[in-house]
């Protein structure tokens, strides 16, 4: 499902910029915390795509089959966003919903479900969704964007 006119979770890049460089992060709940206290959500349109100065907080899925291969797939070469277009993914992400957070105990339990949604959304995944444990702490990979 598209999230254009959405609201959807952003950072000001100015703010994240202490915390870690653009890219590919892991997640404990202590920088989740730090990172969604200083976010908020906004109608995600174009001219918020093309501004620097918001990041886009982007729950990043791996699937793996039950023989432990990755999920890999090349993008059409004209997929409606063009800078993904014709590249090679390994995973599965999408935007952060505000509506992923309604009725959630928690900030950690709305990131949960939105991660949880988008390989159903994108890739028709049926399977069990299961946050990666490190040392009883979830972890996640955000895709900042």
Same mark, same amino acid.
Request: hydrophobic share 40%; charged share 30%; glycine share 8%.
């Given at each position: 499902? /598209?999230?254009? %006119?959405?609201?959807?979770?952003?950072?000001?890049?100015? !703010?994240?910029? +202490?915390? /870690?460089?653009?890219?590919?992060?892991?997640? %404990?709940?202590?920088? &989740?915390?730090? =990172?969604?206290?200083?976010?908020?959500?906004?109608?995600?349109?174009?001219? $918020?795509?093309?501004?620097?100065?918001? $990041?886009?907080?982007? *729950? #990043? !899925?791996?699937?793996? !089959?039950? #023989?432990?291969?990755?999920? &890999? #797939? @090349? @993008?059409?070469? !004209? +997929?409606?966003?063009? @800078?993904?277009?014709?590249?090679?993914?390994?995973? =599965?992400?999408?935007? =952060?919903?505000?509506?992923?957070?309604?009725?959630?105990? /928690? #900030?950690?339990?709305?990131?949960?479900? /939105?991660?949880? @949604?988008? *390989?159903?959304?994108?890739?028709?995944?049926?399977?069990? +969704?299961?946050?990666?444990?490190? $040392?009883?702490?979830?972890?996640?990979? $955000?895709?900042?964007?």
């Amino acid at each position: 499902m /598209s999230s254009w %006119n959405r609201n959807i979770l952003v950072i000001s890049a100015k !703010d994240f910029e +202490h915390i /870690s460089v653009k890219g590919f992060f892991s997640a %404990n709940e202590k920088l &989740l915390a730090e =990172v969604l206290a200083m976010s908020k959500f906004r109608t995600r349109t174009k001219e $918020l795509e093309g501004d620097e100065r918001w $990041l886009q907080l982007i *729950p #990043y !899925d791996l699937v793996f !089959d039950l #023989y432990g291969k990755l999920f &890999l #797939y @090349r @993008r059409k070469n !004209d +997929h409606k966003e063009k @800078r993904l277009a014709n590249l090679w993914s390994f995973g =599965v992400g999408g935007h =952060v919903e505000e509506n992923d957070f309604e009725g959630a105990g /928690s #900030y950690m339990q709305g990131l949960v479900r /939105s991660a949880g @949604r988008e *390989p159903r959304e994108e890739i028709r995944f049926t399977g069990i +969704h299961i946050p990666i444990l490190i $040392l009883q702490k979830v972890c996640f990979f $955000l895709l900042i964007i």
